[in-house]
Every structure is written in structure tokens, then in C-alpha cells.
């Protein structure tokens, strides 16, 4: 007999009615009669809430829930690249990015969470963000997004004026900040040689002219590719002193003012025969001595890495090898005259273990040097050190291996994590900025109480040319990078997959990009 047969009148609670209520029972409370059923829809109906909670709500109920904020879940050959916890994660958090929809924020944060999985890609946003600063608490803020103007009074030929592609950046004594421009390429229809710009600490060009327009520094000298810049302290009578060092090995020196000053070639330090790859400069805050970094031919070659030690006056110049090193690409002189090289390791990986890169520390000691290899992990390509005012070191990283392009597969990598700032503490880096802040970032420099990093943007390769949206104003690259280790080895299974995610990608850069904006893809599948 029913349990509900208490609710009814004596003379109905008997047979057959009393039998008859047993099957309300079960469907509403859940009879426990051994016959298998549903669950009791008084406990679904007390639960409802927990329905609509992206986090408590059974699995197969994601897919409707998601319909509520037009969320559609990406697919590969019928089966969802996402698995459970994302497609939650995705679905808590959608609502506050579609609030900002048409901002770069939000299609970052978008694009950011759709960039997980088996098959994670890297995937950044050049929308012209030069020169960036980074505070203390991790944000990132561009110092210059915008420009260059055209040319015309003051700029040679028609060339655009401001900055495009900065490479490197030094820290002058009253907060400026000295950058190298690499330029466009030559053979392009528009002109913009290699240049060197002097900012004030907010990141506004040295201006003159009418009407005003940025002016660079020494615009008769040519440079062939800025590869360094660094700032030399007044000492002695003798005044502040940029020192920039291009691509050939040319050192160039350029007193305080700055502003209409001539570049003094001091020397040059390729020697004849013999491959010289420049990649930092600093100046040792104890004797005022330049050193220079060499990547020159690689470990084990003739022409190993090493350090050169240029004191300009009077001249000389020593070279020291540095053994241990495989891919130097950054330099940094301590207070007390350490050095620390950023090395990114093999640069055509055999196996994981040759995944990360390393910083090595160099103490000097007359002609004996003692390179030793920090314990400090995870970093792939460590382009620029920096010790803050708090005296915590800091080290940007671009992520990728190998760093530049490879003509064969420029976009598929061995590695690919996002680039980032990170702070060296004890034997480990710790990100400081979120993710999907930097596509090449490749200088950085202590500026007060922030960072400034320069971010050249993608270099050329797979003949895709992704230097076109610093020059056109309201373009933006959505950059997309893949670990070979994460896609199929199969190569029609990899095209399909890899195309499956670049359309994926397309359409939330469609609905997400800012209206007055158009973009490119820069990829290679």
C-alpha cells in the first residue's frame, strides 16, 4: 500500500486506489520498491538550481546550458576537442567576455580560453603594442601602439616616421629610453631603414618640425640592423654616451644631448673571415667597459659564443670565449660585475631534455673566467634580462624553439608556450604577465619601478610578410603556433586538424575584433 494512502479519507485509503498511488509515489519521491526508475522528480525539481551552475550541473546537460550564452563547442571530425572541465570553464566564463565584446581584452581573454587541450596552439595578437610596460603586479600597458606617421617634412623619402619594430632598449640616467628599430625589410614598397629613437619615460618621440614629427636620432647614419643599444653614466667630465652596435659589428657612440649629435664609429668588431652574431650589449656599472655578446658559429666551432670587453678610451678590445653556451641571445651586468647570459640551448631539439634554455652566470676574473649553469627552470628562449629597483631579477622569454622562423615548417615548432615576463626565484622562473601579452618580445630594460619590453613582432617566414600591420593603421596578425609534439604525424590528419582549430580561430576573431579593424592570419599549416 502507498505511504500516500494516509492522505486520503478511510474509506478511500484501501485497495484498488491505495495500489494505484504507488506509482505516483515512485515517479514523485522515489519509491524504494527495488524496480529500477528515474530519480524522484521532487529531488530533481529541489536541484533545478544547480542545473543552471556551469560547475554542478550534470554532463550532458553542458551542451544545452551552453546554448544559453551561444556557445557552440569546437569539434574535430565529430568528436569535442574540449573536454569536460573546459567546456565548464568555458561556459563560466563567456558571459564576462561577450561584455566587453570589440575590445582587445576581451578577444584575448576569448582566445585564450579556447587555447587548450591535446593539441594546444600558441596564439597571440599583434595589434601594433611596440614598447610595453609591465608593473610590479604583473599588467601589461602599451607605451607605444600607434604610428608611424607618414613621411614628408623631416622623414627621407616619404619613409614613415616613429617607431616599428623595436629591438632593444637602454635606460638613459633621467628615465629616457634609447630604442633600436630594426626597420622594415629592403625591397619592400615602403622605405623605413633601421633607426635609433630617443622616448621620454611615457613613451613620446624626441618631436621637432612643421608640424611636429618624430625625430630619430643620427638620421645620416646608416644602420644595417640595430642589434644593441646601451647607455654608457657621465663619469669624470666625460658625458653620457649612447652606444649602438648594428648588425655588421659597427660600434657607434653618440654624446649627451643626443638630439643633433653625430654618431662617432668607435670601432668595428666583426673580424674578416669569421661569422659575427650580435645579440646584447651592456655597459659594467664598476669600470664603464662595454661587453658585447657573440653567438658566433656555436658550441664546439672555431668561432665558439663569447663575450668582448670594448673599453673605448683608450680603445681596446678582448674576446672570451664562453664554452657552455649553445644559443646566447641576452646579456646583463650585475652590480658587482656578474654577468648573466640568457641562453636558449639547442636550437634543433633531439628530445624533450633539450626543450628548455638556461641562464648562466659569468664571473670574471682577469683572463680566467668561470661560466656556471643556474638550476632554474622553466625558460625556452630567454631574449632579455633585468634587475629590477627591488633587485629581483626578471627574464623575458619569447617561448619558442627554435627563435626564428624555420623554412620548412615556420609555425609548427618544437616548442611553442607562450611568451612572457618571469621573476627568477631560488631554482624556478614564475610567470608575471598573463599570457598572450607578447608575440616576439626581444629586449628588455629596468625603467623605475616597471619593465619595458620590445616586441618587434613576428619575423618574416613561410613567405608570409607580418610586418605590414605596423605600417597600416586598423590591422592587426592573429599569430598561431603549434608543438610538433602535440599534432598528428599523419599529414593529411595534421592539416585536417591544424585547419579545424585555424577556423575555429577565424570565427571568434570575426565576432570578437574591434568593427573598425581588419586582421591576417600568420600561419602556416
Sequence with gaps: MSGYSRYLPPVLAGAPLGDLLRIFEKTLGGLPDGVPAHDALAAEIAALDRLVDPWTTPERFLPWLAS????????LQGADLWDEYQRRRVISRIASVY???GRQSALNAYLDLYAVGAIRPRITLDVGRRLLAVAPSGAVSGLVTLGPLPGGSGGAGGSPLGLIRPECVAVAADGSLFVGDRGLPSGVPVTAPARVWRLDPCGRHDMGGTPPRPLPLVPDTAFTRVAAVAVRPARGGRPETLYVLDEPGRLYAVPAPFQDRAATLVTALATAGTTFRPRAMAV???SGDLLVLDAGDGPGAPNPPKILTVRPDPLTVTRNALPSAREPLSLMVDRDGTVLVGDGGPQEPTGSEQYPG???????SGASWT???LPVGPLVAPTGLARGRDGRLYVVDVGLKPLLPSDVTPFICPVAEDAGVFLITGDRAVRVTPPAQFVYPAGLAAAGDRLVVCDPG???GGGLAPYWSRVRPFRFNVVLHFAADR????????RRTLGNIVDNVSAIVDEERPAHTLWDLITSI
Design 99 to 101: 561584455r566587453g565584446r
Design 68 to 75: 544559453w550564452v551561444a556557445l557552440e563547442f569546437p569539434t
Design 284 to 286: 659594467d656599472p664598476a
Design 458 to 460: 613576428q619575423p618574416p
Design 487 to 494: 599534432v598528428p604525424a599523419d599529414e593529411d590528419a595534421r
Design 371 to 373: 661560466v656556471t649553469p
Design 358 to 364: 638556461a641562464l648562466l652566470r659569468v664571473v670574471r
